[in-house]
């Protein structure tokens, strides 16, 4: 799915906008402008040798995914995408939905631990270096020099602001996209039946749960605290069956960007 909605912001609406794209698609297109070459193709061509580079940094695993991917993706832009049809309007529209398309192309793919080659492999790369950056962030920096480069080749200095455009929306629907994939519910219950309410969530949803242990600040009493951490749909039967266990309880339900461990993401 990542992969065909790749293929779709490339060429169903960046090529004809002749739009100058980021990553190595961007590069691609560049040729595919100047010698009429495959997209697909020149995009492999182009990762075998950053692969090799990267491959130390990013690891085997992460490397085998990405390569399949990548074989996916480019068979898609060369031969599935020319089936659908090709948006011809207004530039701005085909910029916004090629990289709203795209961001989310690319952050399903990024969600399942893998990637399109390319310079998804640079931009791995940093996020190994530096765990900190946010994936859409190092994307935008890298692509910057490709758009211009887009941009002078073809003397065309709208298609350097609509290819801005198409990068900064990439670059926070990647982001956006990521945190919605990976985000989670956390759940905290104030209660004096920590225990009772610990089955109650096993049953109901199949999560663990761990009690903590304060003291109410008003009244002064021992009070239990069991935190939960689970999907929206596991916490909407957690909240009804809770209350039905234990009416006097108290929960407080948050956001939770991500969640590491036994049943959620493992790093």
Known sequence: MGSILIAAAIYNFAVYAEFPMTGFSGIALIFYRLFSLPVGLSTIILNIPVAVICYKLIGREFMIKSLRCMLISSLFIDCLAPLFPIYTGSRILAAISAGTLGGIGYAIIYARKSSTGGSDFIIMACKAVKPHLKLGAIAFI??????????IIFNDIDGIIYGMIINFIFAVVVDKTMSAINSKKVGLVVTENGEALCDTISSCSGRGSTILYGRGGYKKGDKQVVLVACSQKEMSAIEK?????????????MNSSEVHGEGFRVI
């Open 142 to 151: 890298s692509d910057i020099g490709i758009i211009l480069a887009g941009g």
């Open 241 to 253: 069956n809770i209350k039905t266990a234990d009416d006097k309880s108290f929960m407080i339900v």
